[in-house]
């Protein structure tokens, strides 16, 4: 499909420049980018359900268990 987007000059000039470096079409890279913005808001939307979900419930996770996933992904408190 094709559409038509008004963006600032600096952003249009460094995407021409980057779409040189990789060899690969404006429409590729603007794709590409979309793409990845719109995955990281789905997942944002489906961590934000799944905290709220937990956040009405008592957990019934060991409190070491908890403390270790944090670790493990680098969390903040924030989510819990």
Do not use: F
Not at 32 to 53: F, M, P, Q, V
């Amino acid at each position: 499909m094709k559409t038509a987007v008004s963006i600032p000059d600096e952003i249009y000039s460094t995407a021409e420049e980057l779409c040189r470096r990789l060899s690969i079409p404006r429409s590729r890279l603007y794709a590409l980018a979309l793409e990845e913005y719109l995955e990281r808001h789905i997942d944002a939307d489906i961590t934000a359900i799944l905290n709220k979900l937990y956040a009405d419930t008592e957990s019934q996770i060991d409190s070491a268990l908890i403390e270790a996933q944090k670790r493990a992904i680098g969390s903040d408190d924030s989510a819990w």
